[in-house]
């Protein structure tokens, strides 16, 4: 997995530059043409099912590079590690102290331990102020309801998911309408990141909600696995600051680019998720699926 990303890395940064044609990887075997063409929307069925049942990742390896420094320490490192033989560590990393001490904080009862929203490090914070700053954020009615039943609103839930499916059949297959629907689904639950990097504003929190075995998770799952390749489509999409970065290189490529005055800004938005209204939402999943070339499953 590490050879693999150090290539892509290589070839988004360095490929385009290289005028020697990459080599190129050995294909697989073409399967067999069957006498009768496969319909499309069948197609599409088979591949959400093998995407979302199996949930296996990605096995679709980096090119190959001209960089044969590169290439010789990933040989270097196969042979190290095929070498290599087991030590058998009989020591601590800790100190006695700091393994004392990672005890006792185990049993601290009045304090809570984070992670920082982003970098490295943790926050140690009253489990008062930490309570006090999750209600803040959950108790907004603009974005939550509170309920006083959960297990009856995980019923309704799926009722109203099974519904969806017994109104449009077509777009899911038996195996998928069986895997969408959670019967053993829980509540989700959420936690506060705090925003270390912001000291200026009081240390802020980012409240993440967790969907992972709620009613909801394999629909959404579902749902991305169509909308999630559009999202390319979008000429305002970035990824992550090394696609922003990329986005530069390509805009200064081209001729005539580089005389033109250009003044960099962004802005933050503020609870930006949770901002978004649902009706707007929708409005523009909407605008995005109709614009498919393929509009298997339907938009509505």
């Not at 075997?29 to 995407?51: F, G, M, T, W």
């Not at 009045?110 to 009253?126: A, F, H, S, T």
């Not at 970035?238 to 005539?256: A, I, M, P, T």
Request: proline share 6%; hydrophobic share 30%; aromatic share 10%.
């Amino acid at each position: 997995m590490w050879k693999n990303r150090l290539r892509w890395a290589y070839h988004h940064e360095y490929g385009k530059a290289e005028k020697v044609p990459l080599p190129t990887l050995p294909l697989p075997e073409p399967e067999p043409e069957s006498e009768e063409d496969i319909n499309p929307d069948v197609q599409k069925l088979l591949d959400a099912e093998k995407a979302l049942r199996n949930e296996k990742k990605s096995q679709y390896m980096a090119p190959l590079n001209q960089n044969h420094a590169l290439e010789l320490f990933f040989h270097k490192v196969d042979l190290g590690i095929k070498d290599h033989k087991e030590r058998n560590f009989s020591g601590d990393n800790l100190s006695k102290e700091e393994r004392s001490a990672l005890k006792d904080m185990r049993s601290w009862k009045d304090v809570i331990v984070r992670p920082y929203d982003k970098g490295i490090g943790y926050v140690v914070d009253d489990v008062v102020n930490y309570e006090n700053r999750v209600k803040k954020e959950i108790l907004n009615p603009q974005t939550y309801v509170v309920v006083d039943d959960p297990a009856s609103e995980i019923v309704k839930i799926n009722t109203r998911i099974k519904d969806w499916i017994d109104k449009y059949p077509e777009s899911l297959s038996d195996n998928l309408r069986d895997w969408v629907v959670n019967e053993n689904a829980s509540c989700g639950y959420y936690y506060l990141l705090y925003k270390a990097h912001k000291p200026e504003k009081g240390y802020p929190g980012r409240l993440i909600t967790s969907a992972c075995g709620s009613p909801t998770e394999n629909l959404s799952k579902w749902l991305e696995f169509h909308l999630g390749p559009l999202m390319d489509s979008l000429p305002y999409r970035l990824q992550d600051s090394s696609h922003f970065l990329r986005k530069l290189l390509d805009y200064n490529s081209v001729e005539g680019n580089k005389t033109h005055s250009i003044i960099h800004c962004s802005w933050d938005i503020e609870a930006m998720y949770p901002n978004i209204q649902n009706d707007l939402g929708i409005e523009a999943c909407t605008d995005l699926l109709n614009k498919r070339t393929h509009t298997f499953p339907s938009t509505e």
